[in-house]
């Protein structure tokens, strides 16, 4: 797997500001913190041949002006609610060194209730 560097998360947050939110940030959440990770994630995942890719907290608590707290919390939710699958959890290192998450992006989260699709 390509890892992402510093270049591609500034392209890929740029592009995730620009384009429409996908279906499943708009049926699904009214946070729009949420609306934008989703956006992010989708732009990320776009860019890998295979839709595995690596987002640590503190990254898109950056990118996003946010804490890393939060972030943490939205990318959870994201996991439960089936638009991410988490294939790695973040692993601490010896030496204070770590590997964040990989997540792939799985598009299938359906309309909260009430939401007509």
Do not use: I
Not at 9 to 38: C, H, I, T
Not at 63 to 82: F, H, Q
């Amino acid at each position: 797997m390509r890892r992402l560097n510093p270049l591609d998360f500034g392209v890929a947050w740029q592009a995730a500001k620009k384009m429409p939110n996908p279906p499943e940030a708009v049926l699904r959440y009214d946070n729009p913190s949420m609306r934008r990770l989703v956006a992010l994630c989708y732009q990320l995942a776009f860019t890998m041949n295979d839709g595995v890719f690596v987002l640590g907290c503190q990254t898109a608590a950056d990118l996003m002006g946010v804490s890393d707290g939060w972030t943490g919390e939205l990318l959870r939710r994201l996991v439960r609610d089936g638009v991410l699958e988490l294939v790695r959890k973040h692993q601490s290192r010896s030496g204070g060194a770590s590997e964040s998450s990989l997540f792939r992006y799985v598009r299938r989260a359906a309309a909260r209730p009430g939401v007509a699709s």
